[in-house]
């Protein structure tokens, strides 16, 4: 059973902190996938990658896959109010369903 | 526009009463999920459909069923809700297994 472990499961910052959000695994994925959720709405894709090393940068937040496609990081440069929600990482391997992490829920407050 | 749409957004339902939660989806995909999402914890997945062949995850009561009649709908069933099945219901559609999901906003679903 593959899983993706992610971390930290709570983070409450300040307006204006950087922060990292962190999916570990001992599995190879051939992709991973990021989402944000907000309260009362569903998961929305925030990011696809899918070559070990990539970096892709979406205004204040950054993604990172590391180099052996096991593990990836989310960035993000001086949080605001609006990033608050629940961030799950979500890992495929080739033809298989997704594997979801359990997701980091943001808070960051004014 | 909204590509996978859900209804309804809330439902309140009596313990023990059957209950039936819609997803239609505009995208054309293969892949349906429902999945189930407990306060603040990620969503769980339930089952799928590729097409029309069902999938159902190991841990998923029977209390839970699900039908998709065509390509752009899928239903889920819960045959005797207890209190425990209180809880968001999400569907999600990709055009293949491992590809991005296109999530609706949920059902939220409470037993009385």
């Known amino acids: 059973t593959q899983l993706l472990e992610q971390s930290p499961q709570f983070l409450s910052i300040q307006e204006g902190e950087n922060l990292t959000v962190y999916c570990n695994s001992s599995s190879v994925f051939s992709s991973l996938q990021w989402y944000r959720q907000e309260p009362g709405e569903g998961p929305v894709l925030l990011v696809t990658v899918v070559t070990g090393g990539e970096v892709k940068k979406l205004k204040r937040l950054t993604f990172q896959f590391g180099d052996a496609r096991k593990d990836s990081s989310l960035h993000i440069t001086a949080a605001q109010p609006g990033d608050t929600g629940l961030y799950l990482c979500?890992?495929?391997?080739?033809?298989?369903?997704?594997?979801f992490g359990k997701g980091t829920k943001l808070t960051v407050n004014p | 526009d909204a590509m996978v749409i859900q209804n309804p957004r809330y439902q309140v339902t009596q313990f023990g009463k059957p209950v039936t939660l819609s997803c239609s989806q505009t995208l054309n995909h293969n892949v349906m999920y429902w999945y189930q999402q407990k306060s603040s914890q990620a969503p769980k997945l339930l089952f799928h459909?590729?097409?029309?062949?069902?999938?159902n995850e190991a841990d998923t009561p029977d209390n839970f069923q699900s039908r998709r009649p065509n390509t752009s709908f899928c239903f889920l069933d819960i045959r005797s809700p207890g209190l425990g099945d209180a809880a968001m219901y999400l569907c999600?559609?990709?055009?293949?297994?491992?590809?991005?999901?296109?999530f609706g906003d949920g059902t939220r679903l409470s037993i009385l």
């Open positions: 999600a559609t990709s055009r293949d297994l491992g590809g991005p999901q296109h």
């Open positions: 979500a890992g495929a391997t080739g033809s298989e369903k997704l594997v």
């Open positions: 459909y590729y097409d029309k062949d069902f999938n």
